[in-house]
Structure formats: C-alpha cells, structure tokens
C-alpha cells in the first residue's frame, strides 16, 4: 500500500488516531499511578495537564502531520530543511521502541488472562484467589514471555497489511462496544458496598499527597494516553485529506480519553475499597480487580471475556501506532519493504523486550534506582522521553511554521476562529514548554 494513500472516511481517521491514543494508558495505567499517587489530587493535575499541554500538543502534531504529509521524520525535515530538527522523529522512534517493548508485556498479560478466563480456570475464585492465581501467571518466565510474543505477532501482522486494511476496519465496532462494556462495569461497580469510599478516593483531591514527583507522573500520564511526544499523531494525521477539522478531531480524542480514564477509575476504586484491596498495588492492579467485579455480575465470566476482548484490541490498536510509525519511516512507504521491516523491527522489539516481561518473575531483583527493568523502560517513556519529545514538539511548531500558515491549515475543514487559535498558539508556544522544563526541573530538585 502506498504510504500516502488516505484514510478511506473521516471517521476511519479518528478512529484510528483515537485508536492510538485509548488503550492501556487510560484503562491499565491510569488506575495503578492515580492509586499510588493518593487517587482525587493525581487526577485533577492529570486533567488539567491533558487539557492545557496534551490537546494544544496533539493538534501540534495533527498541524505538522498534514502540513508535511510525510512520515514521523521526513515531516520535519520538509517543514525544516538541512536542519536537526528531524531528530525529533528520529527520537519518536527510539521512543516508540521502548514504548511497545514493555507494552506488548501488558498485552500479553490480557492474553493469558482471556486464555483463563475461556478455559474456566477464573470461575468461582475469591478476590485474593485471582490474585495468586495472577502472580502465579506472570510469575512463570516461559509463560510470561510466550504472550508478550503472541501480542506483538498480532501487531507485526497487522501493521505489516497497511494502515488502512488493518487499523480502520475492526475500530469501527470494536471501539463502541468498549465504551458500553465500561459503563455496565461501572454501574456495578458504583452500586457495590462501600463503593463511596472508592468514588471519594478518585474524586476528591488531597493535595497534601502532592509531591514534584506525582505532578511529572501526571504530566507523563498525559502525554502517555494521548499518544504525544512521539510523532505518532504527526504519521497519522499525513493520512488525512484537508477537508478533515482538525481541531475538532483532538477534542474528540482528548474527550473520548478522559471520559475512558473516568469510566477505568469508577470501575476500579469502589470495587478496590469494597473488596479491601490496596490502591497502591501497582502494575498489577486492575488485573487482581476486574476479574472480582465481574464475579459480581450475573454471567460475570462471559462479559469478563468480553471486556478482555476488547481491551486486547484497544492494546492492539495502541500498539499498531508504535510499531506503524518506526515501520512508516524505515519502509518510505514501499509495499514489499513495510512487510518485512515490519516483522524485523516487530521482532527486534519482542526481544528487546524479554527483560521486561522477566520483571515480575526471575528478573525482579534486579533493580536501578530501586526499579525494576520493567519500570525503568516505562518510566523513562512516560516520565523523560515523552516530555522531551513533547518539548521539542512543542518548539518547532512556533520557531519552524509560519503563523500564517499554521492558522491556514488548521482553518481548513474546520473554519477555526482567530481567537481560538491565538489561544492555542500561545499555550503551544509559551505554557507548554515552559511548564514541560518546570516540571523536569523539578523534579531533579533544581527548581
Ligand atoms: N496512548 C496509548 C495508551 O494510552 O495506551 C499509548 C501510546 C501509544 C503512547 C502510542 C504513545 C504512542 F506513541
């Protein structure tokens, strides 16, 4: 497939940048940082960083994308010739590596747990049966490291087809039918005893749980679900015709992520407090918690399939981007090249990725920075190389475009109004990268 053939409808373009953008972020990882960052506070800051730094960001990188109509680094190298500036992309890439290495461990785990789950091993056990049952799985090296590799087969195969053929299809249904999974896990969920203490966990800020290092987690967990930083929105969004709105296509997505954040913490605290869990129990949270709340529901186990179902495939879609925009670079958009980068880069990453995976078994004492190697690999995604590209992002935009033309072809499709984009502008070109140093700063202890 060519690499500039467009997205075949509008929707097909949010769907599968929103695609990108929900996944394990806002349903695996948001509910573990928030529960061990104090819950209300972590995610206030989270909102307001989303909305303040994350959107301007995504229709920067919406902006570059179909300026240039080129891949995560050639775009910056049209738009900036014979400059540096294309390391942006290049960093992307790096990123987008690492990223899907730990990533797919996570996929993996939804794999082993649908396996369970199919196979009747999850009926009838308590809240702290499917606990051990849980750390027992991903304990198991051979275990562990089997399903990180079938996620990342199924993303190879995927990405390997082409963009369109293989992102855009399947999101038309699947996506739907999340949201409406969630909100009958959460009507459960919030009806359950005790459920206010977990409502009151969530929503209610305690500032005094404040520190540098929860305001840089929340920064990360913004940039993290909205796919930014890593020029994965700008190869996206080179698909897009002009008569796509832009900014309406970013408010959708950053809507759709914090109503999915919303939905993946009320179905997750009230069922942590009735059941007496601990908030803070990291990674592995909302695996030792779902499977309790759907055992509350009638025919629990067959929409626990369901929902693991979909959460695979929004991992999937998320994990597709990752993969898409290294491919995207390295193939230029050559049909017979993308298949086999695909499988090279797909592969490279599964084995780049074993330690990860090794983490919450034979490898978890071996720490850095009192860190596992998963962690390690996350938090420097998260919380250093996802700032950064972010940052530069956020730079070029104003140093290496036009005003004129930025207000142009955000205009197009969309009829921005001066004001709006003004605002957008200045957040791009003054809060964002200051608020980015602040918080690294401070976090080093140098602010
Ligand atoms: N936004 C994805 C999620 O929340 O699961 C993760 C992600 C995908 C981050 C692609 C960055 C990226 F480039």
């Known amino acids: 497939m060519s690499q500039r053939e467009q997205w075949s409808s509008k929707i097909g373009f949010i769907l599968a940048a929103a695609g990108s953008a929900i996944g394990l972020g806002a349903i695996w990882k948001f509910p573990y940082i928030a529960g061990q960052n104090g819950g209300g506070a972590f995610f206030l800051i989270f909102i307001l960083f989303t909305l303040l730094l994350g959107l301007p960001l995504l229709l920067a990188e919406f902006s570059i994308g179909r300026t240039a109509e080129s891949n995560a680094v050639d775009s910056y190298r049209k738009i900036a010739p014979g400059t540096r500036w294309h390391w942006v992309g290049i960093l992307g890439m790096v990123t987008s590596f690492i990223l899907l290495s730990f990533y797919s461990v996570i996929g993996g785990w939804i794999v082993v747990y649908l396996f369970k789950a199919i196979t009747g091993q999850l009926n009838n056990l308590s809240s702290d049966q499917y606990a051990e049952v849980f750390g027992a799985t991903i304990s198991n090296p051979v275990t562990s490291v089997f399903v990180q590799f079938l996620f990342i087969l199924m993303t190879i195969i995927v990405v390997a087809k082409g963009v369109q053929k293989g992102i855009e299809l399947a999101s038309k249904i699947m996506m739907p039918a999340l949201f409406i999974l969630f909100i009958l896990l959460v009507v459960r969920a919030v009806t359950l005893d005790n ?42 969004s080179s698909y897009l015709p002009k008569t796509q709105s832009l900014p309406r296509s970013a408010i959708s997505i950053v809507a759709m992520n914090i ?7 009320l179905a997750i605290f009230p069922a942590v407090f009735a059941f007496d869990l601990e908030p803070g129990a990291g990674p592995v949270l909302l695996f030792n918690v779902l499977p309790t709340v759907f055992s509350q529901l009638p025919f629990g186990m067959l929409f626990f399939i369901a929902f693991l179902v979909l959460f695979l495939f929004a991992a999937l879609t998320s994990a597709f981007s990752m993969l898409e925009i290294i491919v995207s670079v390295i193939s230029k958009g050559e049909p017979e090249k993308r298949k086999k980068w695909s499988w090279i880069i797909g592969l490279s990453i599964f084995i780049f990725g074993i330690p990860s995976a090794l983490s919450f078994g034979i490898l978890g004492d071996i720490t850095l920075f009192d860190k596992t190697i998963f962690d390690l690999a996350d938090f420097a995604v998260s919380n250093v190389l996802l700032p950064i590209g972010s940052l530069l992002i956020a730079l070029f935009v104003p140093m290496k475009m036009k005003k004129t033309a930025l207000y142009e072809e955000l205009k197009q499709g969309s009829g921005l109004k001066r004001g709006l984009f003004e605002t957008w502008f200045f957040l791009i070109r003054f809060v964002a990268p200051l608020l980015i140093v602040i918080v690294m700063l401070d976090v080093l202890g140098l602010f």
């Open 259 to 265: 109503f999915i954040v919303l939905l993946a913490g």
């Open 195 to 236: 459920a206010m203490a977990g409502i009151t966990f969530l929503l209610q800020p305690d500032f005094s749980k404040v520190t540098s290092q929860t305001i840089l987690e929340a920064m990360g967990q913004s940039f993290f679900t909205l796919s930014v930083g890593v020029s994965v929105m700008v190869t996206y």
